[in-house]
T-cell receptor
Framework: AQTVTQSQPEMSVQEAETVTLSCTYD???????LFWYKQPPSRQMILVIR??????QNATENRFSVNFQKAAKSFSLKISDSQLGDAAMYFC????????????FGKGTKLTVNP | ETGVTQSPTHLIKTRGQQVTLRCSSQ?????VSWYQQALGQGPQFIFQ???????GRGNFPPRFSGLQFPNYSSELNVNALELDDSALYLC????????????FGPGTRLTVT
């Protein structure tokens, strides 16, 4: 069974600084997708960034980027120029390749942004 | 484009009762997945519906059941509620296909007393 591990229950960062959230996963599949979701206090899960396992290039979305190390099964999220609105729970998620597959989530990292 | 909506927002039930939660999928999406998120945990997959059929199920007992309707909206039913069923229930819709992204609704907070 696939598992996703987030080893940092909580992280904090100063506004305008950079922070990196860690995620490791375990799978025997070669075709899969990885995601970072943000869940603010409003509870709605928002997709931040996705990475296809077959792509060597790390995904980037504005201030958010990932460091995807396939051999090490590591998928970290870097947030640059942190903003107060980035404060939230961040979940790393795995999805096996194929049509309509479930998401497997980690336990999350609570990010606090200090002014 | 209408996003994923869920109802109700909150509800309180008594142990042993039954509950129905509702989800309207995003326009153009034909697949709905349900997740249970206990306090302080990541979401856990309950099941998925595609074309009105159950298309995968997580480690949840049969008292968790669902439906999908021709307009792709969905219901989650839980019978014989237990205290441990207290959680945030999230619905996500997607378009079936390789790598289809799941878009989440705001969730229903269920409290069982």
């Amino acid at each position: 069974a696939q598992t996703v591990t987030q080893s940092q229950p909580e992280m904090s960062v100063q506004e305008a600084e950079t922070v990196t959230l860690s995620c490791t996963y375990d799978t025997s599949e070669s075709d899969y997708y990885l995601f970072w979701y943000k869940q603010p206090p409003s509870r709605q899960m928002i997709l931040v960034i996705r990475q296809e396992a077959y792509k060597q290039q790390n995904a980037t979305e504005n201030r958010f980027s990932v460091n995807f190390q396939k051999a090490a099964k590591s998928f970290s999220l870097k947030i640059s120029d942190s903003q107060l609105g980035d404060a939230a729970m961040y979940f790393c998620a795995y999805r096996r390749g194929g049509a309509s597959e479930k998401l497997v989530f980690g336990k999350g990292t609570k990010l606090t942004v200090n002014p | 484009e209408t996003g994923v909506t869920q109802s109700p927002t909150h509800l309180i039930k008594t142990r042993g009762q039954q509950v129905t939660l509702r989800c309207s999928s995003q326009s153009g999406h034909n697949t709905v997945s349900w997740y249970q998120q206990a306090l302080g945990q990541g979401p856990q997959f309950i099941f998925q519906y595609y074309r009105e059929e159950e298309n995968g199920r997580g480690n949840f007992p049969p008292r968790f059941s669902g439906l999908q309707f021709p307009n792709y909206s969905s219901e989650l039913n839980v019978n014989a509620l237990e205290l441990d069923d207290s959680a945030l229930y999230l619905c996500a819709s997607s378009l079936a296909g390789w790598g289809g992204e799941q878009y989440f609704g705001p969730g229903t907070r269920l409290t069982v007393t």
